[in-house]
């Protein structure tokens, strides 16, 4: 039987923390090899052009596989044929995001961070300030956007919801000076943040479209981790069809040999010990969201297990499933 759940259903079931510990343990398996990443499907310009932004994949330490698209996500499960577990309404993207920022706070930052200039005013920006929040003990916060309204709205809510002073100022420089950790999350497709940006001991998040960080940032930094390397490699990779694609920076560096494919540290592998974190007093360091796949599904999973135990949504049979 296949368990059909609304967004509201399962819109309460799984908090931060439970995201961060969760994907803790995925990052983990991510580092060991127990996670495949299906090809993202519309990637950055989903939305344009009639596509449809796709992601998926399979966390098979938890048993399922899935995919996500339009707000909703299936969870299969990888024994007994990959029957459908769940057809449910998607909203844990933005919680995914924090949880994810968090995770790198937790394991690339230095412990002592306590000040933010956050680039960008979408959602993503305040998520990005709540998963900080949530592993460093964070004081306060500027945050600089293009569009005044945008940044004024943006703090406001940030410093009603985190309980810390944010203040939205008018500039970038503004933004960044003087503080521990720089918050990128903006649409831009051309570099904003470069090496002339960070001071010893900085701790830089992404979460926005990859060319918004230079090259010589990725050749500045200390450490740069992520929590698929794979992902990572692929999801930002110009696309021979979209000629006007703006190549990131990573990517210009890994085509012309700058930079090693084995040098992007998976953020598990420093949750296991097997690569030494760099963020000593001096180091700058760099952490990447590479945006969903089987944290997705791993996040839908934990929330229909809950459905379940909770006697929420409504049991559907499919007839069986076609071989």
């Known amino acids: 039987m296949t368990l059909l759940l609304s967004r509201d259903e399962v819109r309460d079931l799984v908090s931060l923390q439970d995201a961060i510990e969760l994907l803790d343990g995925l990052a983990r398996d991510e580092a060991a090899g127990r996670n495949v990443h299906m090809p993202t499907f519309g990637g950055a310009h989903a939305g344009t052009g009639g596509l449809l932004r796709t992601v998926g994949g399979a966390a098979l330490g938890a048993g399922v596989a899935g995919l996500r698209s339009g707000g909703i996500a299936l969870v299969h499960e990888t024994a007994r044929g990959g029957g459908l577990l769940a057809i449910m309404g998607y909203g844990f993207s933005r919680l995914r995001v924090a949880a994810s920022v968090a995770l790198g706070a937790r394991y690339v930052a230095r412990p002592n961070c306590r000040v933010v200039g956050v680039l960008g005013a979408g959602p993503l920006a305040l998520e990005s300030l709540r998963g900080l929040c949530a592993e460093l003990p964070i004081e306060r ?11 004024a709205n943006l703090a406001a809510r940030a410093s009603d919801q985190l309980g810390i002073p944010v203040t939205a100022v008018v500039s970038m420089e503004d933004a960044i000076a003087g503080v521990d950790v720089i918050a990128m999350a903006t649409s831009a497709y051309y570099p904003l943040l470069t090496a002339e940006h960070l001071c010893p001991g900085m701790f830089v998040t ?33 696309k021979p069809e979209r000629p ?29 010990g097997e690569v030494k ?3 000593g007093p001096e180091a700058v360091t760099l952490y990447r969201d590479p945006q969903g796949g089987a944290s997705d599904i791993a996040l839908a999973n934990l929330a229909y297990q809950r459905a379940k135990e909770r006697g929420r949504g409504t049991e559907f049979d499919f007839g069986g499933q076609d071989s």
């Open 141 to 151: 916060a500027n945050i600089f956007s293009p569009t005044p309204e945008h940044r």
């Open 206 to 238: 992404g979460v926005g479209a990859a060319p918004e960080i230079d090259a010589s940032v990725y050749l500045a930094v200390d450490q740069f981790a992520t929590f698929s390397r794979q992902q990572e490699l692929t999801y930002h990779a110009p």
């Open 244 to 272: 006007s694609q703006a190549e990131s920076g990573l990517h210009l560096l890994l085509r012309t040999g700058q930079v090693a494919e084995e040098s992007i540290v998976n953020v598990g592998s420093i949750a296991l």
């Open 277 to 279: 974190a760099k963020h």
